[in-house]
């Protein structure tokens, strides 16, 4: 009887478990035998990886192989396996030495010829790999630029199972990153394209500031939609920390570039407005796939014509919205994503939508229940509230407005001073601080607190609205290089929730 071991990783979520794979050859008539719950698609590795150790010259062991996967009592899915199998066996039967084999994780699906194919995931696998102190890892070549954002392990990139043997025997090398860190860098449209709207244009700067959802509506064709693509192109960057995280997020998605995987600009997230619950929150059969809300994260998510989704999914934003994060259930687990992201909704003021408000055909009723989908606990999620106007003659302007550029400036300055305020917290922007701090450890001065006590006696907002308003005057504060919001600032940021959206 022979024993063989080898490594990989489990990946739920963006979390990843380290695999150990066993391989038992024993004497019986020749079968294979995989244990440790195993999905369909692992189940049928026996053939794939058989066949991939025979056609690349190796001898299957003639015998009774066992091949276990622990933890047992961890559901194992997909085929990020396969290339730990075959070595595992191979080990057990004595072809491989266990020296390199001893310290290196083992990633990748195998095709029949022992073609070595990409799977979903390889960055938390690596990350997960280099956090249990294993000191390097082979990937499938197509992903060795993604699994060489980490750092602090060493990251091997093979084409076929054929050199992988080699390697650890001492007789060929492997590929290895060259050393640089490409990033995805996507073109965006430039905020002086947008002709007029200064109220929209002021609310797109003060979300990007303070990290605040935004609800546009107004008639068709008035630059709704490209104020919202724009909203990006006012963001920071993202940080090396941040990049890894919405990277690793997009690499379960399956939907990063091959040779430029880091993503380095805050994303940009539009589902269509037929979209259903588990493509806007994750899920789907087998592994929980990351929805858009988590494609989003650190970045902007678009809804337009909002009004034309389901009940369903609209609610279903709502504790996304609330926690940043996603928890999503299934049979085999609870798969966690991040989804602190910022919403941007768009809509029209009723279903027949025309250029001028005045020519309006629809029922008081019927514009009533057009945006009634907004519920009154999701819109009082939404921090800043815009009804946009048409401008006659704005279209074929001169004028030019103000850049990106110079409107991001003023939004990174903003949120330095929001993040050196929560610093001891660890918050990066003001729509994260829970209400609690802003109503008791940062209490502003009664003078400015009057409006707002105003509008909870008279039943105009929730607690949970007259929280967001502070948070929003508090960025209006940073703007202009206060220090303490005072009683205009808490007004403006009250009448960006007070506005007439019907």
């Known amino acids: 009887m022979a024993l063989g071991r080898a490594h990989s990783v489990a990946v739920t979520g963006v979390d990843g478990l380290l695999v150990e794979i066993e391989a038992d050859i024993g004497q019986g008539l020749p079968a294979i035998h995989l244990v440790g719950l195993p999905d369909t698609a692992l189940q049928e590795s026996r053939d794939r990886v058989r066949a991939a150790v025979t056609n690349s010259g190796e001898k299957w062991p003639d015998g009774r192989v066992i091949l276990a996967l622990s933890?047992?009592?961890?559901?194992?899915?997909?085929?990020?396996?396969?290339?730990?199998?075959?070595?595992?066996?191979?080990?057990?039967?004595?072809?491989?030495?266990?020296?390199?084999?001893?310290?290196?994780?083992?990633?990748?699906?195998?095709?029949?010829?022992?073609?070595?194919?990409?799977?979903?995931?390889?960055?938390?696998?690596?990350?997960?790999?280099?956090?249990?102190?294993?000191?390097?890892?082979?990937?499938?070549?197509?992903?060795?630029?993604?699994?060489?954002?980490v750092e602090g392990i060493e990251v091997f990139g093979a084409s076929s199972l054929r050199e992988v043997v080699a390697w650890l025997r001492g007789e060929g090398s492997l590929a290895e990153p060259d050393g640089s860190m490409p990033g995805t860098a996507p073109r965006q449209g430039d905020l002086s394209e947008v002709v007029g709207q200064a109220e929209a244009r002021w609310a797109?700067?003060?979300?990007?500031?303070?990290g605040h959802h935004l609800l546009l509506t107004g008639p068709p064709g008035i630059g709704k939609t490209m104020l919202a693509q724009r909203l990006p192109g006012l963001l920071p960057p993202l940080t090396e920390t941040e990049a890894l995280e919405v990277t690793a997020i997009h690499s379960m998605a399956g939907i990063l570039s091959g040779e430029h995987p880091l993503i380095i600009v805050p994303p940009f997230v539009a589902p269509h407005h037929s979209t259903s619950v588990s493509a806007m929150i994750g899920g789907g059969s087998g592994t929980a796939r990351p929805g858009a809300v988590s494609r989003a994260h650190r970045g902007v998510l678009f809804l337009d014509e909002c009004a034309e989704l389901g009940a369903k999914v609209l609610e279903a934003m709502r504790t996304p919205l609330e926690e940043g994060e996603v928890r999503i259930a299934r049979r085999d687990g609870v798969a966690r994503y991040p989804a602190r992201f910022q919403l941007v909704l768009a809509a029209n003021p009723c279903p027949c939508a025309p250029a001028r408000e005045v020519d309006c055909i629809c029922a008081p009723l019927a514009r009533r229940r057009y945006l009634g989908k907004l519920s009154g606990p999701l819109m009082d999620r939404i921090d800043l509230w815009v009804r946009m106007h048409g401008q006659l003659g704005a279209t074929f302007s001169t004028e030019t407005?103000?850049?990106?550029?110079?409107?991001?400036?003023?939004?990174?300055?903003?949120?330095?001073?929001?993040?050196?305020?929560?610093?001891?917290?660890?918050?990066?922007?003001?729509?994260?601080?829970?209400?609690?701090?802003?109503?008791?450890?940062?209490?502003?001065?009664?003078?400015?607190l009057a409006p707002v006590e105003g509008a909870l006696r008279l039943g105009r907002m929730s607690a949970r609205g007259a929280d967001r308003a502070l948070r929003v005057a508090w960025t209006i504060c940073d703007l202009r290089g206060g220090e303490m919001p005072?009683?205009?600032?808490?007004?403006?940021?009250?009448?960006f929730r007070q506005r007439d959206t019907e």
């Open 71 to 149: 933890p047992a009592t961890l559901p194992k899915l997909g085929t990020v396996y396969d290339l730990a199998l075959a070595i595992a066996v191979l080990d057990a039967s004595g072809s491989v030495p266990a020296e390199r084999l001893a310290k290196t994780v083992l990633l990748g699906e195998l095709a029949l010829d022992g073609r070595l194919r990409r799977v979903r995931g390889i960055l938390p696998a690596v990350l997960a790999a280099r956090t249990a102190g294993w000191s390097s890892v082979v990937v499938p070549a197509a992903t060795l630029a993604e699994a060489a954002l």
């Open 401 to 448: 407005g103000e850049s990106s550029a110079a409107v991001r400036d003023r939004v990174a300055q903003a949120r330095g001073a929001a993040i050196a305020r929560w610093r001891e917290y660890g918050w990066l922007a003001n729509a994260e601080v829970p209400g609690h701090i802003l109503r008791q450890r940062f209490r502003l001065p009664r003078e400015a």
């Open 204 to 210: 797109l700067e003060v979300a990007a500031a303070g």
């Open 486 to 495: 005072s009683a205009q600032d808490v007004l403006a940021a009250l009448n």
